[in-house]
């Protein structure tokens, strides 16, 4: 059989290919600047495309960006023949509203979507005359992490062509003086490297990048369409005091708080590795490679304990020990030998983890409990909540867990909640080849710990943030902010109390000659802005641990500030206004994890049936789709195809096997068929994955169609309400996959258009039989041919 991958056709995939890159000749992009400032750590980027319609025609003409996940959208405005068009933020149910209008008239909607590790898409467009021009501008704030001892702003470049007046201003304001500053990035190569000038001067830094048209086709990621790739600032700041510095201006205050020349603690960790089935192939040989390098790393004060599972728990000691020489190289051999099979219990394993670590308290020492797992619990407890509330319990706010989800499939709001439970984070390790050193820093973030139990105090303050931090680690930082009660400055009074084990002392730093006055600077309107950023962030962390009346008030804060300093969060909207008649596109943040916003439950008015349309070029230059076809015309079209079947679960057993993972079908060795079932009863698939080679897969959901290089991203785009059917073809093969409606939910339907030829083919749907049930719905007792558990597969 031919290689099945060229042979792929999807009808929602052509859709998004013919419209990643515009076509040069249609439009000039003549101008394209990047400019952020940054001051105390806040970042405001803006960036402006100018882009001139050379044709003798109107022309759609798209602004497409890409930027930071840990940033907030502020403004968005475009001007045309001298009028400006500006972005509002409203709540999300609002702009719902407004996006299911739009819809219903057949027209566009854009989407805020996560695209990568690091990024988020921004993508609009506008329709403007012959010879007319455009201006786009977009800007985001973040307030920048410090790890690894250092701040990364990150600025991604894609304008899609070269561009003559290329900018990219960079200015850097720090108060307490800029340490070191270096630009990394796939941008900084080659002869790019050449484009780039940095100065540093004391408090200040500035970075600029001009290119040249033919230096923007000279990188490592560039081509004929220009540069694709990012320009990373890295730097960080002087640590005079061990108190850090505090700026406080128009009733605000900020508090970067990193002390430095601290002994290190000896600690305690447990790391419980997932070695369940799903864990199979690069997962579990990355997780191997990862342990063995963290393992060598342990100091010889440290102690530590490792448990792999899957159904069943697997000790390498059942106790913790002392990471001698000859325990670690007992401990890389159990490493080494971690094969991946069976279920999940997540359970057993992260409760035995905090036993553990209970039975072994160690005067001057912190503890740490890490968990990385790539699945949902399959077996002992599954209950989401009551693992939880489990773990919970058992941990007793002693020590932090962390939580690494490996992979897309894995349930990282599940993971995110029961690591902010116990004062811990949760992190997506990415499924590329650099999976085990993603692994590695994670754990040097967390390796190192200086000081436990850390408080903040500000007497004269209030509105803060959070100010309780179980463990300050090397290289990290504490950042508090809040409002000055009566904005009287000579009240205020700073101060922090900590635990330093090592010396088993409690430590109190308070040194108000670092406290920087207003002075009437660009740092100081920033201030209340770095205090909402924090405050949203925090109070959406929040949001995932209450519940009932408080999780109503944590939400409505957090949304009052969010639409109060314009920001763009997982709680609002940003409805781009545009000339009359033009289409209107809302813009929604997801959150880590999440599939973008399901539509159908806003009950979208469904066009009347028209003929169905075949793929085909547009007079727009765009794809468009198959049409929606009612019932009727399924049947219509059965009684002309007997061979038609659909695989689906009709009856109310099947309810039983929530998520339960699918072999669906395999075309022969180079493309496969997987889904994940729904517990709606007479319901199907909630997601199919296509696999057409080892790296590469699509992802179909009701929402959106992903296409995947391993585990980056390449191709992300959304269903509109008169698509509802993807086509695949593969050799003398046709599989459809249905979006199917049932009361306010939606699922998948695969349906076998055609059968293979190939007697290699297998799977649930592998079958010739007449359709007997709702015209084009047979039971699945006559379509399995065997049990479901015969069709059942570790991983999508």
Not at 309 to 329: C, I, M, P, Y
Not at 596 to 607: Q, V
């Amino acid at each position: 059989m031919e290689r099945a991958v060229g042979r792929i056709a999807l009808f929602g995939l052509l859709l998004a290919l013919v419209t990643t890159l515009p076509n040069k000749d249609d439009w000039d992009i003549y101008s394209f600047h990047i400019n952020s400032t940054v001051t105390s750590r806040y970042a405001t980027t803006v960036i402006t495309s100018r882009v001139a319609n050379r044709m003798d025609e109107s022309k759609e003409i798209e602004f497409q960006v890409r930027i930071p996940k840990n940033a907030f959208i502020s403004k968005f405005k475009m001007l045309i023949d001298g009028q400006e068009y500006d972005g509002v933020v409203k709540p999300k149910e609002q702009a719902q509203q407004q996006y299911t209008e739009a819809v219903s008239l057949g027209q566009s909607a854009g989407i805020v979507s996560s695209v990568g590790r690091t990024l988020e898409e921004f993508k609009t467009s506008v329709t403007v005359a012959a010879h007319k021009k455009v201006t786009f501008e977009l800007t985001y704030e973040e307030l920048l992490k410090r790890r690894h001892g250092k701040y990364e702003l990150q600025i991604h470049a894609r304008p899609m062509q070269p561009v003559k007046d290329f900018k990219v201003d960079v200015n850097i304001n720090e108060e307490a003086g800029i340490n070191f500053i270096e630009v990394k990035g796939g941008l900084s190569t080659k002869a790019l490297a050449n484009a780039i000038t940095k100065t540093h001067a004391d408090k200040q830094a500035w970075v600029y990048f001009y290119p040249t048209e033919d230096q923007q086709k000279t990188c490592d990621s560039c081509s004929d369409q220009g540069m694709n790739g990012d320009l990373v600032i890295v730097y960080d700041v002087n640590r005079d005091t061990s108190f850090g510095d505090i700026k406080k201006s128009a009733g605000y205050f900020v508090h970067h708080f990193a002390p430095s020349n601290l002994p290190r603690i000896p600690k305690n960790v447990v790391f419980v590795i997932d070695q369940s089935g799903s864990m199979s192939g690069r997962k579990i040989v990355q997780t191997r490679m990862a342990l063995i390098h963290i393992l060598s790393d342990l100091a010889e004060d440290d102690f530590f304990g490792l448990i792999s599972f899957d159904s069943q728990l697997f000790h390498w000691k059942r106790e913790l020990v002392q990471a001698t020489g000859a325990n670690l190289e007992s401990a890389r051999t159990f490493a080494r030998n971690i094969r991946d099979r069976g279920a999940t219990n997540i359970n057993e394993a992260v409760l035995e983890g905090a036993r553990m670590l209970n039975a072994h308290p160690r005067e001057g020492s912190a503890s740490i409990l890490i968990l990385l797992t790539d699945g949902d619990p399959t077996t002992g407890v599954t209950n989401l909540g009551q693992i939880q509330a489990n773990v919970k319990g058992a941990i007793k706010g002693k020590f932090p867990l962390y939580c690494l989800g490996f992979g897309f499939d894995v349930n990282f709001e599940f993971l995110e909640k029961m690591s902010l439970q116990n004062d811990g984070v949760a992190r997506r390790i990415y499924e590329d080849s650099d999976a085990n050193l993603q692994l590695k820093g994670f754990y040097e973030e967390v390796a190192t710990p200086l000081l436990t139990d850390v408080t903040m105090i500000y007497l004269g303050g209030t509105n803060l943030t959070q100010t309780n931090f179980s463990q300050y680690y090397n290289g990290s930082e504490i950042v508090v902010a809040g409002q000055i009660t009566d904005n009287n400055i000579e009240t205020f009074t700073p101060q922090v109390v900590a635990i330093s084990v090592k010396n088993n002392k409690r430590l109190v730093f308070s040194d108000t000659n670092t406290t920087t006055v207003s002075t009437g600077t660009i740092a100081d309107h920033h201030m209340p802005r770095v205090w909402a950023y924090l405050t949203v962030k925090q109070l959406l962390e929040k949001e995932l641990l209450v519940s009932g009346p408080e999780k109503k008030s944590v939400t409505e804060e957090a949304l009052r500030l969010s639409l109060k300093y314009n920001f763009v969060t997982p709680l609002t909207s940003m409805v781009v206004t545009k000339p009359l008649g033009e289409t209107t596109d809302v813009l929604h943040k997801p959150k880590e994890g999440e599939t973008p916003p399901d539509m159908s439950a806003y009950d979208l008015p469904t066009k009347h049936h028209s003929p169905p349309m075949h793929s085909g070029w547009g007079s727009s230059g765009r794809m468009f789709s198959t049409a929606y076809l009612r019932k009727q015309d399924k049947c219509a079209q059965n009684r002309h195809n007997a061979k038609s079947v659909v695989w689906s679960h009709l009856f109310s057993t099947f309810s039983l096997f929530t998520g339960l993972l699918v072999f669906v079908f395999s075309f022969g060795p180079e493309l496969s068929v997987n889904g994940r079932l729904d517990s709606t009863l007479r319901g199907g698939f909630k997601k199919i994955v296509i696999h057409s080679k080892t790296d590469q897969h699509i992802e179909i959901e009701t929402t959106a169609i992903t296409v995947r290089e391993g585990q980056t991203e390449t191709l992300r785009i959304f269903w509109y309400v008169q698509t509802r059917e993807i086509d695949v073809a593969a050799g003398d093969t046709r599989l459809l996959i249905l979006i199917h409606n049932r009361g306010q939910k939606e699922f998948l339907w695969p349906v076998l258009r055609q059968l293979p030829s190939d007697p290699s083919a297998t799977g649930i749907l592998g079958i010739v039989s007449t359709p007997t049930l709702d015209c084009w719905l047979m039971s699945a007792e006559s379509a399995l041919q065997g049990s479901l558990g015969d069709f059942t597969v570790t991983q999508l």
